[in-house]
C-alpha cells in the first residue's frame, strides 16, 4: 500500500509538470523562440509616400461583451459585417470616410447591441452619409463621417451613446481602449469562428468582439518613422500606442473606424498605420475627435433639427430604390424599366437644413439614375447656401441699423423736470425755463 502511494504521488507531480509546460507553451508565446518568426510577417514598409492602410489583424485581442463597450455598432454593407462605428445618439453614428467613400447608401445598414458581428435581427435603415469636406482619400486627411439613421435605436444596458471627448482634454497619461471587429487572431490558438466576406475574400474575418489597451505615452518616437517614409502625420492626426520594436510581444488591432475611448469619453476613430501583424508594427494613426469637434457640434444640432416626417420620403425612396433593384436581379427574362417623372430636383424643407450643413451629404438621390442627379443637387445647395447666406446678412443689417428709440415718455420726463435732446438727460429749469416748449421736438 506504502508503494501504491508513492507510485500515484510520483505519476500525480509528473502530470502536473508536464501540464504546467503544455500550457506554459500554449498560453505564452514568449516561451516559443519560433514563434515571432511564424507570426509576424517580414515584409518592409510600403512604398515611399503610400498610406499604409489597416489590414483588421488582431493579436492577443481580450474578448469582451457589448455591455463591457455598449457603444460599438456594426456597419452592415448588403447585411454583412463592413466596418466599426460609434454611436453618440439614437440615431446618429459616427466613423471613419475611406471605406464610405461613394458607397451607395442603399447597401448600408447598423446593427447594434450585439456582441457578435455576424448577428442582429433589427438592421436600422442610413439615409445620409456626411463625409467631412477636406476628406482626401489620398492622405486620409479629415477622414470622419457621420451616419443619419431613420429609425431611433432603442437605448439599453448593452446599447448606449458615448460623450465626445473635451476640446482640452490631455490623453497622455491615461490609459486607452480601443474595440472593434477585425480577423481572427494571428496566433491561432484563440479561439475563433472565421467567417467569409465578399469584401475581404480573403481574410478569414473574427464575429467576436475584441479590445486593446495602452498608456498614451506623451513619448512619440516611434511615429517618426511615418515622416521617414515621406508619410505624413497631418492636422486632426493621432499617432497612438506601442511599436512592437520596443516591445515585440504588444496586442494590437488594426480595425477601420474602431473607436479610441480615453476615461469613458470618445477621443479618436482609428484610419491607418502599419500594423498589425509584421516585424516593425507601428504605432496607428487615428483621427483626432478634438480637431473636429467643431465640426461636430455644427452637425449634429442639424441633424437634430430633423424630423420623421421630414425623413419619410428618403426613406421610402431609399427602400423603393432597393426593391428595385432586387426586382431586376430576380427577373428571369425582361428588364424592369422604371422612368422618373421629371428631371429637375425639387428642393424640400429639409434640404434647407442639410444646405446648412458642413460636408459633403450623400443620400438616395447621389446614386439614383445613375447619378446623374448628383451635379444637380450639389447646384441646389450653393444656391440654398448662398440665398441663407444673404438672409443673413440682411438680419445683420437690420440689427446695426435700428434707431434706438427713448424707454420712457417725454411726458413722463417733464413731469419730474428733465428732458431727453439728443440722447441727453437734462434738467428743464436749469437748462430750458420754458417748460411747456421744451419737448415740442418730441412729442
Not at 33 to 38: D, I, S
Not at 60 to 75: A, D, L, N
Not at 349 to 367: C, H, P, Q, V
Request: overall charge positive; aromatic content about 10%; proline content about 5%.
Amino acid at each position: 500500500m506504502k508503494f501504491g502511494s508513492t507510485m500515484k504521488s510520483i505519476i500525480f507531480i509528473l502530470f502536473v509538470t508536464t501540464l504546467g509546460c503544455l500550457n506554459q507553451n500554449i498560453l505564452s508565446p514568449e516561451a516559443d523562440p519560433e514563434f515571432e518568426a511564424e507570426t509576424f510577417q517580414g515584409v518592409g514598409y510600403p512604398k515611399i509616400g503610400d498610406i499604409p492602410l489597416l489590414n483588421r489583424k488582431v493579436f492577443k485581442g481580450s474578448r469582451v461583451t457589448i455591455r463591457e463597450h455598449p457603444y460599438i455598432v456594426s456597419i452592415r454593407r448588403k447585411y454583412a459585417h463592413y466596418l466599426t462605428g460609434t454611436l453618440l445618439t439614437r440615431n446618429l453614428v459616427i466613423s471613419v470616410a475611406h471605406p464610405l467613400h461613394l458607397v451607395p447608401v442603399t447597401e448600408l445598414g447598423v446593427v447594434s447591441g450585439q456582441n457578435y458581428a455576424d448577428r442582429g435581427t433589427n438592421i436600422m435603415t442610413v439615409l445620409f452619409v456626411i463625409i467631412h469636406e477636406n476628406f482626401d482619400p489620398n492622405t486620409l486627411a479629415a477622414d470622419i463621417a457621420l451616419l443619419r439613421l431613420y429609425e431611433d435605436i432603442p437605448l439599453k444596458i448593452a446599447i448606449k451613446a458615448i460623450m465626445l471627448v473635451s476640446p482640452l482634454t490631455k490623453l497622455e497619461g491615461f490609459r486607452a481602449f480601443v474595440t472593434g471587429w477585425g480577423r481572427c487572431d494571428l496566433t491561432g490558438r484563440e479561439l475563433c469562428l472565421p467567417r467569409s466576406s465578399i469584401y475581404f475574400p480573403d481574410e478569414k474575418l473574427d464575429p467576436m468582439l475584441r479590445t486593446v489597451n495602452f498608456m498614451v505615452s506623451s513619448t512619440k518616437v516611434h511615429c517618426d518613422t511615418y515622416e521617414r517614409h515621406q508619410t505624413y502625420i497631418r492636422q486632426g492626426m493621432l499617432c497612438l500606442g506601442q511599436s512592437r520594436r520596443e516591445d515585440p510581444m504588444c496586442p494590437c488591432l488594426a480595425v477601420p473606424g474602431a473607436p479610441l475611448v480615453v476615461n469613458s469619453r470618445l477621443a479618436g476613430l482609428q484610419s491607418w498605420g502599419f500594423g498589425c501583424g509584421y516585424k516593425h508594427d507601428l504605432p496607428l494613426v487615428y483621427t483626432d475627435i478634438r480637431y473636429y469637434l467643431s465640426w461636430l457640434l455644427t452637425n449634429i444640432p442639424i441633424l437634430r433639427k430633423i424630423t420623421r416626417s421630414d425623413l419619410t420620403p428618403f426613406f421610402e425612396a431609399t427602400k423603393g430604390y432597393i426593391f428595385i433593384q432586387w426586382l431586376e436581379q430576380a427577373r428571369y427574362s425582361k428588364t424592369l424599366n422604371f422612368e422618373l417623372t421629371h428631371n429637375d430636383l425639387q428642393p424640400r424643407e429639409i434640404d434647407k437644413l442639410l444646405a446648412n450643413m458642413k460636408g459633403t451629404i450623400f443620400e438616395i438621390r447621389d446614386f439614383i439614375n445613375n447619378g446623374t442627379f448628383r451635379e444637380s443637387k450639389q447646384k441646389m445647395y450653393m444656391l440654398l447656401r448662398n440665398s441663407s447666406e444673404r438672409i443673413r446678412r440682411i438680419e445683420t443689417l437690420k440689427l446695426t441699423t435700428n434707431v434706438a428709440e427713448p424707454f420712457i415718455s417725454n411726458n413722463t420726463l417733464n413731469k419730474i423736470g428733465l428732458y431727453l435732446n439728443h440722447g441727453l438727460l437734462g434738467d428743464v429749469h436749469d437748462n430750458n425755463p420754458d417748460s411747456s416748449t421744451a419737448f415740442d421736438d418730441y412729442e
